[in-house]
């Protein structure tokens, strides 16, 4: 998901938007439907120019129908995607000769619309065309572009914004009043600019822009020149040191903000998720901090949305936290975010009620972007790249609001307007788009010795089953191969890579730090990184036993007992899976030291279950047995060793393990990851303090 472009982004307002056309590059491209993607993403790639998801473009061209007859098409963004990444599979081709012929009629409701856009495709498996589709069908021109570029929308979003058109363009421009997107607003489009023979841009009232070309360049070129003209005139009256009405608190350190957010994201993120968890992240750039350390922020930002295009991402209002962070006093800014969220959850209720029409369902009830001075913004969403959604279309926001504050007042759609977007279903389709929720959808899975056999199978199934996973590993290589994996599967922002030595305190709590930073908060957790050796009791080294002690004893203890705390933080349950061992239970011969420090961790197991049930912690264990696909400890000198203690050679170990099991097989790390996700899904919701043996029948281990 491509969520803006840095420099513009970084630099706000003082840049002007950048015209990226490459000649070399257009020159090699077909004519026709390639150029419109070219042009497509150009416009997607600065988010100053087009915020994610929103906008759209078209082209008109001759194509062969099924039947080699020449017609008239029109080529137009699908609904759901995203000019910046979209490809030519993202359009839709339309027969412009059934389409045209709408321009006649008085009204049309969006249903008759969508009913009658979806006869005139050239090809039923394209997406569904565009809400503002009939905008580009009834202009008479070759290529149109409609964006919302932050320059624009300022101007679009003064109260003042006529006058200030008029001063910047002349008569060269069509203003149009804010109506919903539809029939009527295309038709009022195409009137107004067949009325002005001058119009080179149509604004649109809280809402965005429209430019057309001859040629795909031209249109191009004409959007980002008409953006650069609102872009100087503002750049001239902005004083930094007015912007918002001036700085009201500093911003922190860099390091002690982390610090606080690491403490309060789980607080957060047990405050939001109510019925449906939530994945959240936080955001620290200069635009954010100077709106949210400024006086103005916590009225400015409760006007309203600065697109009708946010709405469904940001909701109609922020949560504005009034913290001092000054005072650095992180309990009382966990009792205002707790109360804060708690109020808005009441005030969203109140407003769907005000405006809910028959059929309306109401979405969930947390805010989407919380503001913090001092700390920034935190985001929230059904997963890590929505939240990072939110929080791209916020900047939008903030850059919109600044330009308009410089040029008059901030004005938004008003409530109903707004909640009459936020609830359209032709805006709720395009969320419908989206995978259907999985087991571990919207969980943060945890596990220590990520990058190992269990350990990496873990991490697949359940990223697989939609957790988001943290691989926690000594070896950084290993898990951040891992994590590219999962991430190259899945998408970007569902693993993170974290060094981790479970014997240390400090990296344990450091991990579990960057895990709230990364994505809010833990559902689950694996304590899963062992070793194992293997000596006679007589010969087993004080050495030897306290390595045992400190990496499966001590360890286990300590990744735990973060996790526990972050959990009770969150207040939403959690699950902890020990893996153990057969030798958890049974008394092997030479492996004192392995055998009993595995006998600790399955009763540390049921003595954190027994704590933990009161918060809806569940603490279970599996015993595994002989999984030797994949595992380091069997790389190691422990295979040796176990082969000596059965008088065989290190290569017929595995055929000795399957001979032994009552059931005559192998076990594999997919075997044990099975047993993980079951004892950490929803299906064993009432089970703590439990062990699942998972060795294929060894009946000196079954549990008893
Ligand atoms: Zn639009």
Redesign the pocket.
């Known amino acids: 998901m491509y969520l803006g472009y840095e420099k513009t982004v970084c630099e706000g307002r003082i840049m002007m938007v950048q015209n990226l056309w490459n000649n070399e590059k257009a020159s090699q491209l077909n004519k026709g439907l390639d150029e419109l993607v070219y042009r497509s993403n150009l416009i997607g790639t600065d988010r100053a120019v087009c915020n994610w998801g929103?906008?759209?473009t078209s082209m008109k061209t001759i194509e062969k129908d099924f039947r080699g007859r020449d017609i008239e098409v029109m080529w137009v963004k699908g609904s759901g995607s995203d000019l910046a990444t979209m490809k030519a599979h993202n359009f839709t081709g339309l027969k412009l000769e059934d389409v045209k012929p709408l321009i006649e009629r008085e009204e049309m409701s969006d249903e008759e619309m969508v009913a009658y856009l979806s006869h005139c495709m050239i090809d039923s498996n394209h997406p569904r065309a565009s809400?503002?589709t009939l905008?580009h069908a009834f202009l008479p021109y070759k290529h149109v572009d409609?964006?919302?570029p932050d320059a624009i929308i300022s101007i679009c979003c003064a109260d003042n914004g006529k006058q200030l058109a008029e001063e910047i363009y002349g008569n060269r421009f069509v203003w149009v009043p804010y109506i919903r997107?539809g029939f009527t607003l295309s038709k009022m489009i195409a009137e107004g600019v067949q009325n002005n023979p001058n119009a080179e841009l149509v604004l649109?009232e809280k809402?965005?822009l429209v430019v057309w070309g001859d040629t795909a360049q031209e249109s191009y070129d004409k959007t980002i020149a008409i953006i650069n003209e609102a872009e100087s005139y503002i750049h001239n009256k902005i004083e930094e040191e007015k912007v918002f009405g001036g700085e009201k608190y500093p911003a922190l350190k860099e390091e002690e903000a982390e610090e606080i957010l690491s403490q309060v994201m789980p607080v957060i993120r047990g405050a939001v998720s109510g019925e449906k968890q939530m994945l959240l992240t936080y955001d620290r750039e200069e635009d954010v901090l100077q709106f949210v350390n400024s006086k103005d922020a916590k009225n400015l930002s409760q006007i309203g949305a600065a697109?009708?295009?946010h709405l469904v991402h940001t909701k109609r209002q922020p949560l504005y936290i009034e913290w001092d962070p000054v005072t650095k006093n992180i309990a009382s800014l966990k009792e205002k975010i707790k109360l804060g969220v708690e109020n808005f959850k009441k005030e969203y209720t109140a407003y769907f009620e005000r405006n809910k029409e028959a059929g309306d369902q109401i979405s969930e009830t947390a805010p989407r972007v919380i503001l913090i001075p001092g700390i920034g913004m935190v985001n929230t969403g059904k997963t890590l790249a929505m939240a990072k959604v939110s929080g791209a279309l916020y900047h939008r926001a903030i850059s919109v609001m600044k330009g308009a504050t410089t040029l008059g007042n901030f004005v938004s759609l008003n409530e109903n307007e707004s909640f009459k977007i936020e609830y359209w279903p032709l805006e709720l389709y395009k969320l419908s788009l989206a995978p259907t929720e999985a087991e571990f959808s919207r969980k943060i899975a945890f596990v220590t010795g990520g990058a190992g056999g269990i350990g990496s199978e873990t991490c697949r199934l359940f990223a697989e089953q939609g957790a988001h996973v943290v691989i926690a590993d000594l070896n950084i290589e290993g898990a951040e191969k891992v994590a590219l994996e999962i991430n190259e599967k899945y998408g970007s922002n569902r693993a993170l890579a974290v060094k981790m030595d479970v014997t240390k305190e400090e990296a344990v709590k450091e991990a579990y730090k960057k895990t709230a930073l990364t994505f809010g908060g833990v559902d689950i957790i694996v304590n899963n990184a062992g070793l194992a050796t293997s000596s006679p009791f007589d010969e087993t080294s004080l050495q030897e036993w306290n390595l045992n002690l400190n990496v499966l004893g001590t360890g286990y203890f300590l990744v735990a007992r973060e996790a526990f705390k972050q959990m009770k933080e969150q207040g939403l349950g959690g699950s902890m899976v020990f893996i153990g061992s057969k030798n958890s239970v049974y008394a092997g011969k030479n492996v004192t030291a392995y055998s009993s420090v595995k006998a600790m961790e399955a009763h540390l197991a049921r003595c954190i279950a027994a704590e933990g049930g009161e918060f809806g912690i569940r603490v279970n264990t599996v015993l595994p047995d002989a999984v030797l696909q994949g595992s380091a400890i069997w790389g190691s000198k422990w295979r040796e060793e176990r082969a000596a203690n059965y008088g065989i050679e290190p290569d017929q170990l595995e055929e000795h393990y399957r001979k032994r099991t009552t059931l005559l097989v192998n076990i594999f790390p997919k075997d044990i990851a099975e047993a993980i996700c079951y004892f950490s899904s929803s299906k064993a919701e009432k089970t703590t303090g439990c062990m699942l043996t998972v060795d294929g029948g060894v009946p000196a281990a079954f549990t008893r």
């Open positions: 929103g906008g759209n809400i503002e905008l409609h964006t919302h997107p649109m809402h965005g697109c009708p295009d």
